[in-house]
């Protein structure tokens, strides 16, 4: 008796991939910083547009594979023009072993009205079972 076993391997490989952008599609850097683009997922996509970092703006970088295209915008924004307000007192008191909660901060870029609040840092912290205890609890602008 002879058995014979062929095994066939078909390996299927989508020429078609979807275009899609490495990092995000939306990006804020400061005024006279390096922008490092992160590209896309396919190497021989071309690109247009440029950054111009001396200069506060909005700026897109249009990537082309093929017949798809993507874009990625990029804010510029001067430092000097970000504006951040505490969203409640500075001094906050909080009863013995109770939850401290901060209340957050809003920042904006007063020149062009971008909200950033979402690239605040908080460090610090509250032991609230500790009487009369003072605490600095900082949010920085990153």
């Not at 952008?21 to 997922?41: A, H, S, T």
């Not at 897109?60 to 915008?73: A, E, F, H, N, P």
């Not at 007063?110 to 460090?123: A, F, H, M, P, R």
Request: net charge negative; charged share 20%.
């Amino acid at each position: 008796m002879i058995i014979c076993i062929v095994v066939v391997c078909f390996i299927f490989i989508n020429k078609n991939k979807a275009l899609t952008l490495n990092g995000d599609e939306e990006v804020i850097i400061n005024l006279n910083e390096e922008y490092i683009d992160e590209g896309v997922n396919q190497a021989g996509a071309q690109i247009s547009g440029n950054v111009d970092t001396s200069i506060p703006g909005d700026y897109t970088i249009t990537y082309t594979y093929k017949d798809k295209s993507i874009s990625r915008m990029i804010h510029v924004v001067d430092e000097s023009s970000v504006v951040m307000n505490l969203n409640d007192s500075s001094d906050t008191y909080v009863k013995l072993n109770e939850t401290y909660i901060d209340s957050g901060c809003h920042v904006i870029d007063k020149t062009d009205g971008y909200n950033l609040t979402d690239q605040v840092e908080i460090s610090g912290s509250v032991d609230t079972s500790q009487v009369g205890g003072l605490y600095d609890y900082l949010f920085h602008h990153i």
